[in-house]
């Protein structure tokens, strides 16, 4: 008897996760969605964000989320995957057990610190080394790159040291090099766990915030370089909701529903990929 | 002729690319830390952490955001802990492979992707507006709590699978029930793991600002209850160093924060170890 109404009651607990995902679902929908269709697909998609005077265009900040992404992505790849490559074939198991918790701890600094070391450090040192206003792609990119290296580095980690251990001797026993095992046998059979890896950083890096608003410099157009200033979906919800009202405020969670509509893609690739086993 | 780099060359040149690589990320890190830490160290008076915030932050200390961190990260660890745990009980002890645990899992693990901006805006139009909670210590922490749920859910889940199965069925030979079991067993056996959990959550919490901004709102008055609006460490750093309203003031902010991080993670890393060194 006891035992049954504890399993209903856990059985309600543990859909707390799912509930509270449908929910969130709900409301950012709710409340965006209704302003797409009054303003029309046309004025959503177009270049003009001037939400006060019905003008609710994000494609400007569609590109900006998208290049800031690109840019994580060329940074957070190469380091992130080198790092994974490096600890789980090339390490002993105590520079494994040192190094790992160090990277993850790259996860645990608020987002509010990596855009305070850009705007301290990085913005200036662009400015002077290539000109322009420093706040920039470039520094986003570079900043965002650190931030999703412990997604990448972590998973392609598992993904590496999952691969069985006859792959890597059969491959020495014909003589191939430790670098020739890892191009040839070894990432290939992570591959789906490196994706994932990847994927998931991408989804971080999107939906990345405070750090982004801090040193992208956020100016309403698509930049013309790197070196130029950009504004994402997440920056422009952040900056403007605190004073938004009326249609603003819809345009607002507009962003969020697309942002968040792209996120549960990602997560959902990702997640596919790994239960795939 | 073709100039070719053998195989044992390629394989040095490699490696210390590899290598090389690999230490500009620990070094980043490293720098990162101690940068905050050397300029914001000397800014670490008792006075500086016990003082009321005077002129936006200009002046003063920080108490008040001390104060709102706590409560905030207290609302958050309270709700999401039962539930993390009680869904990580259910999972591993009732449920098989199938539809159930299927829908559980993807809840959790596309709740773990979402990111906090999100959390802010739904937090802002649910607890804040539509349950009327207003800009208060208890919307931003059951913001937090939604937010923290996957991380708990994922570490609890890991330490009660490593849970020798043995532990179980001695507990059933000596005629525990099933609740008996897990409530007398399997849950103190998985401790260290589940507090693992939520020490990551609580350091989440604690570094979060996208999701608590609109929320808890970034009152400076010292909180007198739950429903006070409040500005956390991380909120008030992002509005010193924003809108430069006081360098000083914004690295003691900050080292104060990282601080926290770093003993959060610390202690979350020992406990893990301990755990692990004990069924593995």
């Given at each position: 008897m006891?035992d049954?109404?504890?399993?209903?009651?856990?059985?309600?607990?543990?859909?707390?996760?799912?509930?509270?995902?449908?929910?969130?679902?709900?409301?950012?929908?709710?409340?965006?969605?209704?302003?797409?269709?009054?303003?029309?697909?046309?004025?959503?998609?177009?270049?003009?964000?001037?939400?006060?005077?019905?003008?609710?265009?994000?494609?400007?900040?569609?590109?900006?989320?998208?290049?800031?992404?690109?840019?994580?992505?060329?940074?957070?790849?190469?380091?992130?995957?080198?790092?994974?490559?490096?600890?789980?074939?090339?390490?002993?198991?105590?520079?494994?057990?040192?190094?790992?918790?160090?990277?993850?701890?790259?996860?645990?600094?608020?987002?509010?610190?990596?855009?305070?070391?850009?705007?301290?450090i990085l913005?200036?040192?662009?400015?002077?080394?290539?000109?322009?206003?420093?706040?920039?792609?470039?520094?986003?990119?570079?900043?965002?790159?650190?931030?999703?290296?412990?997604?990448?580095?972590?998973?392609?980690?598992?993904?590496?040291?999952?691969?069985?251990?006859?792959?890597?001797?059969?491959?020495?026993?014909?003589?191939?090099?430790?670098?020739?095992?890892?191009?040839?046998?070894?990432?290939?059979?992570?591959?789906?766990?490196?994706?994932?890896?990847?994927?998931?950083?991408?989804?971080?890096?999107?939906?990345?915030?405070?750090?982004?608003?801090?040193?992208?410099?956020?100016?309403?157009?698509?930049?013309?370089s790197?070196?130029?200033?950009?504004?994402?979906?997440?920056?422009?919800?952040?900056?403007?909701?605190?004073?938004?009202?009326?249609?603003?405020?819809?345009?607002?969670?507009?962003?969020?529903?697309?942002?968040?509509?792209?996120?549960?893609?990602?997560?959902?690739?990702?997640?596919?990929?790994?239960?795939?086993? | 002729?073709?100039?070719?780099?053998?195989?044992?060359?390629s394989?040095?040149?490699?490696?210390?690319?590899?290598?090389t690589?690999?230490?500009?990320?620990?070094?980043?890190?490293?720098?990162?830390?101690?940068?905050?830490?050397?300029?914001?160290?000397?800014?670490?008076?008792?006075?500086?952490?016990?003082?009321?915030?005077?002129?936006?932050?200009?002046?003063?200390?920080?108490?008040?955001?001390?104060?709102?961190?706590?409560?905030?990260?207290?609302?958050?660890?309270?709700?999401?802990?039962?539930?993390?745990?009680?869904?990580?009980?259910?999972?591993?002890?009732?449920?098989?492979?199938?539809?159930?645990?299927?829908?559980?899992?993807?809840?959790?693990?596309?709740?773990?992707?979402?990111?906090?901006?999100?959390?802010?805006?739904?937090?802002?139009?649910?607890f804040?507006?539509?349950?009327?909670?207003g800009?208060?210590?208890?919307?931003?922490?059951?913001?937090?709590?939604?937010?923290?749920?996957?991380?708990?859910?994922?570490?609890?889940?890991?330490?009660?699978?490593?849970?020798?199965?043995?532990?179980?069925?001695?507990?059933?030979?000596?005629?525990?029930?099933?609740?008996?079991?897990?409530?007398?067993?399997?849950?103190?056996?998985?401790?260290?793991?589940?507090?693992?959990?939520?020490?990551?959550?609580?350091?989440?919490a604690?570094?979060?600002?996208?999701?608590?901004?609109?929320?808890?709102?970034?009152?400076?008055?010292?909180?007198?209850?739950?429903?006070?609006?409040?500005?956390?460490?991380?909120?008030?750093?992002?509005?010193?160093?924003?809108?430069?309203?006081?360098?000083?003031?914004?690295?003691?902010?900050?080292?104060?924060?990282?601080?926290?991080?770093?003993?959060i993670?610390?202690?979350?890393?020992?406990?893990?170890?301990?755990?692990?060194?004990?069924?593995?």
């Amino acid at each position: 008897m006891k035992d049954k109404i504890a399993e209903k009651l856990l059985l309600f607990i543990a859909l707390s996760a799912i509930i509270s995902l449908m929910l969130i679902t709900f409301f950012i929908f709710q409340q965006g969605i209704p302003l797409i269709f009054k303003a029309g697909l046309g004025n959503f998609l177009s270049l003009k964000w001037a939400p006060t005077r019905g003008g609710f265009g994000i494609l400007s900040m569609v590109v900006g989320s998208l290049m800031v992404t690109a840019g994580a992505l060329a940074v957070g790849i190469p380091f992130g995957l080198a790092a994974a490559i490096f600890l789980a074939e090339f390490s002993s198991k105590a520079i494994q057990k040192t190094l790992k918790p160090i990277i993850e701890l790259l996860a645990g600094i608020p987002s509010v610190v990596y855009g305070f070391i850009g705007i301290v450090i990085l913005v200036p040192f662009i400015r002077e080394t290539f000109g322009g206003p420093g706040f920039s792609v470039l520094a986003a990119s570079i900043i965002l790159g650190i931030m999703i290296l412990p997604t990448i580095v972590s998973i392609s980690y598992d993904a590496l040291l999952a691969v069985p251990n006859t792959y890597r001797e059969g491959s020495y026993a014909v003589g191939a090099t430790k670098w020739q095992t890892v191009v040839l046998l070894l990432l290939p059979a992570a591959r789906s766990g490196i994706v994932a890896g990847i994927i998931l950083g991408m989804g971080r890096a999107i939906g990345e915030t405070m750090a982004v608003i801090m040193i992208a410099g956020n100016a309403l157009k698509i930049p013309g370089s790197i070196l130029d200033s950009v504004r994402t979906l997440t920056s422009t919800i952040a900056l403007e909701l605190g004073y938004a009202a009326g249609d603003h405020r819809g345009a607002l969670f507009a962003c969020g529903s697309i942002l968040f509509l792209i996120i549960i893609v990602l997560n959902i690739i990702a997640i596919r990929i790994t239960s795939r086993k | 002729m073709t100039f070719r780099i053998g195989p044992r060359t390629s394989q040095i040149i490699f490696y210390v690319i590899l290598l090389t690589m690999t230490a500009i990320v620990v070094i980043v890190l490293f720098f990162i830390i101690f940068y905050v830490l050397r300029n914001g160290v000397d800014q670490l008076t008792l006075e500086f952490l016990s003082d009321k915030t005077r002129e936006m932050g200009k002046e003063g200390g920080i108490l008040p955001s001390i104060l709102g961190t706590l409560f905030i990260t207290v609302v958050a660890t309270v709700i999401a802990t039962p539930l993390g745990v009680g869904s990580a009980v259910y999972l591993v002890e009732y449920t098989r492979a199938g539809p159930i645990r299927r829908i559980i899992s993807f809840g959790a693990d596309c709740l773990a992707g979402v990111p906090s901006i999100i959390f802010g805006l739904f937090g802002f139009i649910f607890f804040v507006i539509s349950m009327n909670l207003g800009w208060s210590i208890l919307s931003g922490g059951l913001t937090l709590a939604v937010m923290i749920l996957p991380t708990i859910i994922r570490t609890s889940e890991e330490a009660i699978k490593s849970v020798p199965h043995t532990y179980r069925e001695i507990s059933y030979s000596l005629g525990g029930g099933k609740l008996d079991t897990i409530l007398r067993v399997v849950i103190p056996t998985a401790l260290p793991g589940i507090l693992t959990g939520v020490i990551l959550g609580i350091g989440r919490a604690v570094g979060e600002t996208a999701a608590v901004i609109f929320t808890a709102g970034s009152s400076l008055g010292l909180p007198t209850s739950i429903f006070s609006s409040t500005r956390t460490l991380a909120v008030h750093f992002y509005i010193l160093a924003r809108e430069g309203i006081s360098m000083p003031k914004a690295y003691g902010t900050a080292a104060v924060l990282i601080i926290i991080i770093l003993a959060i993670n610390f202690i979350a890393y020992r406990l893990m170890h301990r755990f692990i060194a004990r069924y593995y």
